[in-house]
């Protein structure tokens, strides 16, 4: 995949497979040293890829939402949220952690911790 697919991909507002994180070692370097952002709902890890566009992937535990309708609802809201603001974030790989209790949140209290998410991530890469 080149750099210039990946953005081109990036403006559409579809989720393609260029914009995941697919494989355990894409998963494992993000988990080696991340930048950290929690809120109530979510966790938030990133680093800095070699793209020129962010990737996300999402880790929903069964632990923490027991209901596949919930953590179905929470990924998909993740999703909606991340092609909204993927223009105005970092070349970053992101994984989205949801936390304990979050299924019990109304999904645009959801949608408004990821707006909060995306916005203090581009803070501290800007630093």
Known sequence: MSD???????RSADFPASLRLLTAEDYKRVFNNPVK????PFTLL?????YKCCRLGLIVAKKNVRRAVDRNRLKRLARESFRNN????????????ARRGSSQLANKVLFEH???LWIRLQRRVNK
């Open 4 to 10: 210039k697919q990946t953005c081109q991909k990036q």
């Open 37 to 40: 952002l929690v809120c109530p």
């Open 46 to 50: 990133a680093v800095p890829n070699q």
């Open 86 to 97: 993927q223009s105005q974030l970092p070349s970053y790989d992101i994984v989205l952690l």
């Open 114 to 116: 990821l707006e909060q």
